[in-house]
């Protein structure tokens, strides 16, 4: 069973920074293109940033643009997140998906039901 675990999610001031990172286990991450999405109480998941396998291409919603990093190392077999300048709003569960054969703009568009979705890890940012 493919499985991925998020981690370094917690609590940060406004106007600070977190790097999340996903690692993948019993699958190798080099030949899917992945993604972090989020969801806050209260509203839909969106999704924030999709990195293609090879980390040539990232998308990213327009409310993070310029603020989040996505990139990835696959001889660590991680994704990670890199979050700056963090607003209260960016307050969310964050995880990271992937879904096979998908490409960067189609995971993060609708990343499907057979996508591999990790558990999760909380981002508060409040003063």
């Known amino acids: 069973q493919l499985q991925l675990v998020e981690s370094g999610g917690g609590l940060v001031q406004p106007g600070g920074s977190l790097r999340l990172s996903c690692t993948a286990s019993r699958f190798t991450l080099n030949t899917y293109a992945m993604g972090w999405f989020r969801q806050a109480p209260g509203k839909e998941r969106e999704a924030v940033a999709c990195?293609?396998?090879?980390?040539?291409?990232?998308h990213y919603a327009a409310s993070v643009s310029g603020r989040f990093t996505t990139s990835r190392d696959n001889a660590e077999n991680t994704v990670y997140l890199q979050m700056n300048s963090l607003k209260p709003e960016d307050t969310a569960i964050y995880y990271c998906?992937?879904?096979?054969?998908?490409?960067?703009?189609?995971?993060?568009?609708?990343?499907?039901?057979?996508?591999?979705w990790g558990q999760g890890t909380q981002v508060t940012v409040s003063s």
């Open positions: 990195i293609s396998s090879r980390g040539s291409y990232t």
């Open positions: 998906a992937t879904t096979g054969g998908l490409s960067v703009q189609a995971l993060c568009a609708r990343p499907g039901e057979h996508a591999t």
